[in-house]
């Protein structure tokens, strides 16, 4: 049985926040909280959907993330004027983490 999207991306936000609650590294694990938010509220709409690349695989550096959610590729639209620059360091940690 599968669970709806909207209760799959809770139930990923919370499994990823208490993973990394439990780490020492709380800087990095508070970006990668916070992209997950960002991710539900901008990204998931495509990236969920299968408009956009599922990500759970993606082999991008954190410095290529960066560079595509703010520029955009491919199809994918630039949020350098719509996110500020914490929000998309914040989700390309969370990508990152998806790895």
Request: glycine fraction near 6%; proline fraction near 3%.
């Given at each position: 049985?599968?669970?709806?999207?909207?209760?799959?991306?809770?139930?990923m936000i919370a499994v990823i926040g208490f993973l990394f609650s439990c780490s020492e590294d709380n800087s990095t694990?508070?970006?990668i909280s916070m992209g997950a938010k960002v991710f539900s509220n901008t990204c998931s709409s495509c990236h969920d959907s299968g408009m956009g690349p599922n990500l759970n695989f993606n082999t991008l550096e954190l410095s290529d993330i960066v560079h595509k959610v703010t520029y955009g590729e491919s199809g994918m639209p630039s949020f350098r004027n719509s996110l500020s620059d914490k929000e998309i360091e914040d989700v390309a940690y969370y990508i990152y983490s998806l790895k």
């Amino acid at each position: 049985m599968r669970l709806p999207i909207n209760m799959r991306k809770l139930l990923m936000i919370a499994v990823i926040g208490f993973l990394f609650s439990c780490s020492e590294d709380n800087s990095t694990n508070n970006k990668i909280s916070m992209g997950a938010k960002v991710f539900s509220n901008t990204c998931s709409s495509c990236h969920d959907s299968g408009m956009g690349p599922n990500l759970n695989f993606n082999t991008l550096e954190l410095s290529d993330i960066v560079h595509k959610v703010t520029y955009g590729e491919s199809g994918m639209p630039s949020f350098r004027n719509s996110l500020s620059d914490k929000e998309i360091e914040d989700v390309a940690y969370y990508i990152y983490s998806l790895k």
